[in-house]
């Protein structure tokens, strides 16, 4: 990897790191290990409780990442706002399928998963893995709209939630004509 492929990234920035979601770069330092000088990037992730160290030379490689642009937010919305596909395979292909996405490190990605999962009230209920690698997924998102969006993890999941509900189209009640009764 040349130098060129390497990411700068800065201290206190926010950012993706594909397995495990939204996470801070709380340090940069340079570290020997088996007697080879590595500079490495501290990234904490709250929600898992977890630091990570990634040498810098890998950063690209492993697909560490700027947390997503406004751009890219509204593509990960539009997904969200689009039909459903559920293929008809086997769920343990399925759900392969959903982990690789969640993992992938893409918001779009991710975004397919939370739409392809979600179930309004009116529809069946998930099993138990399904409700799991949804939950998963629509957290990671809410992790990171709520970083893009500068606002909390739980406003960014009433947001997505809000996204994910269509909107009930009531019709209009027009005024009902009786005929008058004269006595």
């Avoid at 950063?59 to 539009?78: L, P, Q």
């Avoid at 893409?106 to 975004?111: D, F, K, N, R, V």
């Avoid at 179930?119 to 893009?148: F, K, P």
Wanted: charged share 35%; net charge negative; hydrophobic share 35%.
């Amino acid at each position: 990897m040349s130098k060129s492929d390497k990411l700068e990234f800065s201290i206190d920035q926010d950012i993706v790191y594909p397995k495990h979601g939204v996470g801070t770069i709380t340090d940069i330092r340079v570290q020997e290990i088996s007697g080879i000088t590595l500079e490495l990037y501290v990234v904490r992730f709250e929600k898992e409780r977890m630091t990570l160290r990634v040498p810098t030379e890998k950063a690209v490689g492993v697909g560490m990442r700027c947390i997503s642009d406004e751009e890219t937010m509204k593509k990960a919305f539009k997904t969200l706002k689009g039909k459903a596909k559920v293929k008809r395979t086997m769920w343990s292909r399925r759900a392969q399928e959903y982990e690789g996405k969640i993992n992938s490190g893409s918001i779009t990605q991710l975004a397919e998963v939370v739409r392809d999962l979600h179930r309004s009230g009116d529809q069946s209920e998930q099993s138990y893995s399904e409700r799991q690698i949804y939950e998963s997924a629509i957290s990671r998102l809410a992790r990171e709209v709520a970083a893009v969006e500068e606002t909390c993890e739980k406003e960014a999941l009433s947001k997505l939630e809000t996204i994910l509900t269509p909107e009930k189209i009531e019709p209009e009640v027009s005024p009902e004509v009786s005929p008058e009764i004269e006595a």
